[in-house]
């Protein structure tokens, strides 16, 4: 028992394709798909994937294991309920943050996030995701829940491109944080609502600063639309890290 515990151990994740088939493949073949042939076949055909590309190759034992405790109810969805919370943010959170080591995995379980919605090419804070799919040019996409919207608001938002940690406030006395180039996330005001977008710094004045606070001006452009404007601090975010 302890060796077959070892030897789990060290066996490779899933990635979220392989989860994908493996749940198609169970729904569609039931126990039937225990058998070391059809499992040493589907282990070869992960292996040479596009999806595992660079990645350490599946064993036959580890999908049969997989089909097992599927069919003993061991595991809701994906492995059990709790692996499949961290697998899942495990794989989005190497998606935005492609230098993260596994150990530091829960600690980003406390980050807060915003996500691009297409509608309107604005971000908004993400309340909660709630699923997740892999697209046939094998790219994460998570169904996020924006914070403030019910579900008729829901969008799939590719998670590279439309996903990342949340933009920070900044207060009077750090505008000396902003810099020409900076990509900031600028609050801009529309005649039918004002949103959040993203906006480069063109061009800043620096004034002395007053009881009122900062009186510096920040020329910026839009990414979405290049339009220009003129804004106070108070209507920036900035990314983090910078």
């Not at 049969?64 to 959170?93: E, M, P, Y």
């Not at 839009?222 to 339009?227: A, E, G, N, P, V």
Request: proline share 2%.
């Amino acid at each position: 028992m302890e060796h077959l515990e070892s030897v789990e151990d060290s066996w490779p994740e899933f990635t979220l394709a392989e989860i994908k088939e493996l749940l198609s493949t169970y729904k569609e073949l039931g126990e039937a798909a225990l058998s070391q042939e059809f499992c040493q076949a589907l282990a070869t055909s992960f292996s040479f994937s596009a999806h595992r590309a660079g990645r350490l190759a599946i064993p036959w034992q580890q999908v049969q294991s997989w089909f097992l405790d599927r069919l003993k109810g061991s595991r809701t969805k994906v492995q059990s309920s709790s692996s499949k919370a961290f697998n899942f943010f495990a794989n989005l959170s190497r998606e935005i943050f492609p230098s993260i080591e596994r150990s530091r995995v829960s600690e980003l379980k406390e980050c807060q996030f915003e996500a691009l919605s297409a509608k309107d090419a604005a971000w908004y804070d993400v309340a909660s995701f709630l699923t997740y799919r892999v697209t046939h040019a094998g790219e994460l996409e998570v169904r996020v829940r924006f914070s403030g919207f019910n579900h008729a608001e829901d969008e799939w938002v590719n998670v590279k491109e439309g996903v990342r940690e949340r933009s920070i406030p900044l207060e009077p006395s750090e505008c000396h944080r902003v810099n020409v180039g900076d990509l900031v996330l600028c609050y801009k005001e529309r005649e039918e609502q004002a949103v959040y977008c993203d906006a480069y710094v063109v061009e800043i004045k620096r004034r002395v600063h007053d009881i009122e606070g900062c009186r510096c001006i920040f020329l910026v452009r839009y990414s979405h639309d290049y339009t220009e404007e003129n804004v106070d601090l108070g209507r920036l975010c900035c990314r983090p890290g910078h």
